[in-house]
């Protein structure tokens, strides 16, 4: 490291500005429980990790091993689309997120991130954009099958290293089409989350082409995409139906899960500040709070492996407006109540069934949508009744 950033990163780490207060954890339950109804939409996915709604009701989801399918009508699963790119599907790698264009029903656009094999053994996460031409359904046919052309990468997280964890990667495109994309700090590199220059444990925000966003932070030493620094591994995001605010979730180590509402410019303190534990029972940087440092909104400790965040935006008024959380670990999805911006209680939901959430949706059917993380993985139907 030369000597120009050193002294950028010993500015970040000085700063002057007042930490916030420090975070709580809220266990105070819901007012009343949830009363909900669970349906298995399909079977038979292996390691499914995300989700998107097509307009025509069928469904696209990744599976890690590197492979895009189609949930049918009927719950049945296409042959793989062809023309996805290769992955590093090793441990915690492999095909992650998908995105549909905002101007999906015209041009077929989608976003797909993914671990790119690079040079020397190492890899990164990438996205790519590319148009699904997909097959119409005739007949008895309610799956179809699919292909992607003019495939182009976008956007690769440099560097590139040589690890097969915390690769981040959810893509939540905004309404003017530019993408934030969660960058992991790849578990063996986490002191580079503090480093602007890199996108090592960050979130970035592009256009659709790849360039940078025109609003993002312009800071001597930041790179031009970077939007904020100090994550560790963002699995779970989306924008807030009220505010149009990005939110993401991130797995802390032993406890210390985040809930986040991440602003252009701000460091969210990792791996100097955070409420969790090294595995091995070892404290990780210097505490819970430090001057130039963001709280989260929320934490858990213990934790449940947040990946996956949807706010619900149908008309189940007991959930407006509530956010949900997957748990790996923790096999549930986290119900948030918020107001003004905070989490004033929590429940768990499918805490009695054992599953691993990785990702959740909302529906456009008043639905929460949900994927096990399992090798016969499932897709779920949540739909709330009075």
């Known amino acids: 490291m030369n000597a120009t950033r050193r002294a950028l990163l010993g500015a970040l780490l000085m700063a002057s500005t007042p930490y916030s207060a420090r975070a709580e954890i809220t266990n105070a339950p819901a007012d009343k429980p949830s009363k909900y109804s669970v ?42 689309i062809t023309g996805v790119p290769k992955v590093v599907a090793r441990d915690q790698g492999g095909l992650l997120d998908v995105a549909l264009s905002p101007d999906f029903a015209t041009t077929g656009t989608i976003f797909l991130s993914y671990s790119e094999p690079r040079d020397a053994m190492k890899n990164g996460t990438s996205i790519m954009r590319a148009k699904l031409v997909l097959t119409p359904l ?45 960058l992991g700090e790849r578990y063996s590199q986490r002191d580079l989350a503090q480093d602007p220059a890199n996108h090592i444990g960050k979130i970035v925000r592009i256009m659709p082409d790849g360039t940078p966003f025109a609003g993002n932070p312009k800071r001597p030493g930041w ?24 939110w993401t979730t991130e797995h802390g180590a032993r406890g210390g899960d985040e809930l986040n509402n991440p602003q252009a410019g701000k460091n969210y303190g990792w ?85 691993r959430i990785r990702d959740v949706r909302m529906g456009p059917d008043n639905a929460l949508y949900a994927l096990t993380d399992e090798t016969n993985g499932f897709l779920l139907r949540i739909t709330p009744t009075p």
Do not use: C
């Open 39 to 80: 349906e298995i939409v399909a079977k038979g996915l292996e390691h499914p990790w995300a989700l998107q709604f097509l307009p025509d009701g069928r469904k696209l989801v990744t599976e890690r091993p590197g492979r895009l399918r189609i949930v049918g009508l009927d719950g049945k699963l296409s042959a793989p």
């Open 271 to 355: 791996p100097i500040i955070t409420y969790g534990r090294d595995y091995t029972g070892f404290k990780i940087g210097l505490g819970t709070q430090k001057d130039g440092m963001e709280q989260p909104v929320y934490y858990w400790d213990p934790s449940i492996a947040t990946s996956g965040l949807a706010f619900y935006t149908g008309t189940h008024s007991a959930w407006k407006n509530n956010a949900f959380a997957g748990g790996l670990a923790g096999t549930q999805i986290a119900r948030l109540v918020m107001r003004d911006g905070q989490v004033v209680a929590q429940e768990p939901l499918l805490k009695d069934k054992g599953w």
């Open 138 to 182: 005739s007949g008895s046919d309610q799956v179809g099958a699919g292909s992607l052309a003019d495939v182009q990468v976008i956007f690769r997280q440099l560097p590139a290293v040589a690890s097969n964890h915390h690769f981040g990667s959810r893509i939540v495109i905004n309404p003017d089409s530019s993408l934030f994309i969660t």
């Open 223 to 246: 790179a031009p995409e970077v939007w904020s620094i100090g994550h560790r591994n963002p699995q779970g995001a989306a924008l807030d139906p009220t505010t149009g605010t990005l």
